[in-house]
Structures are given as structure tokens and as C-alpha cells.
Nanobody, 116 residues
Framework: QVRLVESGGGLVQPGGSLRLSCAAS????????MRWYRQAPGKERELVVH????????NYADSVKGRFTISRDNAKNTVYLQMNSLKLEDTTVYYC?????????WGQGTQVIVSS
């Protein structure tokens, strides 16, 4: 059973940092690309960043380039999202995701609130 569990969200001031984690289980993590998405209320889910199975290639949304960094530890079956220089508009729920045999899997999400 594929399972994705995000953690690390919370309340942070503008300009601060958070590190999100997504622990994966139930599949061979090391052979699948991973993605982080975010979705604000009333808006479509937005792709934040994609990382290939080896971590050798990443692709960031323009809105987070230079501020967010994705990484993965295939030995720990975990993907991370380091978020620096956080802005008010980064406030939303963040989800990790993968696609296996055409099926999209999502975690439950972790809430990030950027507020002074």
C-alpha cells in the first residue's frame, strides 16, 4: 500500500525557513520521481517542484526558484523541501506526490502559515 506522509509544516514569520519532509512507504521509492505541490483555498493545486528518481534533475516553479530546494534520501525513502525566504503568499497546504503505473498518489498535506 502506497503511503506518503508529510511533516514539518507550521507557523513562520516572513523571511523565515521551514523544512518539509515526506516519508514514503509501500513502493520502491528510489525508482520514482517525486513532486511537491501546494494548494490554497479556492485555487488549483500548483506544482512547486519535481525531482527525478536519482535527484539528478529538478524543476521548480518560477514562484519558488532561488528560495526552495528539493532533495531526497533514497536510503530513508524520504523527500524534503527546504523553504527559505518565505513570503506571505507561500501560505497554503503542501502535498507530496508520485505517479506509479499511471496512478497518482498524494499525501495528506502539511500546512504552512507565513505570518507576522
Amino acid at each position: 500500500q502506497v503511503r506518503l506522509v508529510e511533516s514539518g509544516g507550521g507557523l513562520v514569520q516572513p523571511g523565515g525557513s521551514l523544512r518539509l519532509s515526506c516519508a514514503a512507504s509501500g513502493f520502491t521509492f528510489s525508482i520514482y520521481a517525486m513532486r511537491w505541490y501546494r494548494q490554497a483555498p479556492g485555487k488549483e493545486r500548483e506544482l512547486v517542484v519535481h525531482i527525478t528518481m536519482t535527484g539528478g534533475s529538478t524543476n521548480y516553479a518560477d514562484s519558488v526558484k532561488g528560495r526552495f530546494t528539493i532533495s531526497r534520501d533514497n536510503a530513508k525513502n524520504t523527500v524534503y523541501l527546504q523553504m527559505n525566504s518565505l513570503k506571505l503568499e507561500d501560505t497554503t497546504v503542501y502535498y507530496c506526490s508520485t505517479v506509479i503505473a499511471g496512478q497518482v498518489y498524494w499525501g495528506q498535506g502539511t500546512q504552512v502559515i507565513v505570518s507576522s
